[in-house]
């Protein structure tokens, strides 16, 4: 044990992994999936990141992990490129993120971090609200058993209008109870694990 680290902090860290993997692991499955490649690429993509950032991060309290927009800006650029072929898909999927990756330590070398400071507010609030409604739209196949297709936000309602009607009932019951469940525990139960815990 390295010197002045007690069998305390040994344990509290040891259930702050524990903690981060009961929700890394679902998630990072879960984005990949958004970003069009399969499940187990988020977790072989995932874990070095958080190995490599133990070593050269700059903040012990700094959260690292998936991000939805990036997910979904991976899948609006990789697919047009990839014409359906899964392989090449995988392939570009790759190379983008290698290719951000590099991207952004040379940013951070440069200090260009700065350059967040100069968005606005109202930007940023208007951009998460579009990534949210785009991942709304994404997911509504999953929550109610309506077949939904096309590429686009549109095209994508249009599909889940024309087909509501043929909803699978336990399914939505099963997505609303869920949605219920969260409200319920961020109202009633602050305290314990939800989607409002901060």
């Not at 399969?38 to 012990?60: D, E, H, K, N, T």
């Not at 690292?64 to 090449?88: I, Q």
């Not at 190379?95 to 967040?116: D, K, Q």
């Amino acid at each position: 044990m390295p010197p002045g680290y007690t069998w305390g902090q040994a344990r509290a860290d040891a259930a702050s992994g524990l903690t981060v993997a009961a929700y890394l692991i679902p998630q990072v499955m879960a984005y990949a999936a958004l970003a069009g490649v399969a499940p187990v690429a988020g977790l072989w993509a995932a874990a070095p990141a958080m190995v490599i950032y133990a070593f050269v991060g700059s903040s012990r309290l700094l959260s690292v992990g998936p991000e939805s927009t990036t997910a979904l800006m991976t899948a609006a650029a990789v697919a047009p490129l990839a014409a359906g072929d899964a392989r090449r898909y995988a392939q570009l999927a790759a190379a983008l993120a290698v290719a951000v990756g590099v991207l952004a330590l040379v940013a951070g070398l440069a200090r260009l971090g700065v350059i967040a400071e100069l968005l606005s507010q109202p930007i940023l609030v208007g951009y998460l609200a579009g990534v949210a409604v785009i991942m709304i739209a994404g997911q509504l196949e999953k929550v109610t058993g309506v077949p939904v297709h096309g590429e686009s936000f549109y095209a994508q309602l249009r599909s889940f209008g024309g087909g509501v009607t043929h909803a699978h009932g336990p399914t939505v019951i099963l997505a609303a109870a869920s949605l219920v469940l969260l409200f319920v525990l961020s109202w009633r139960f602050p305290r314990l694990p939800s989607a409002y815990t901060t």
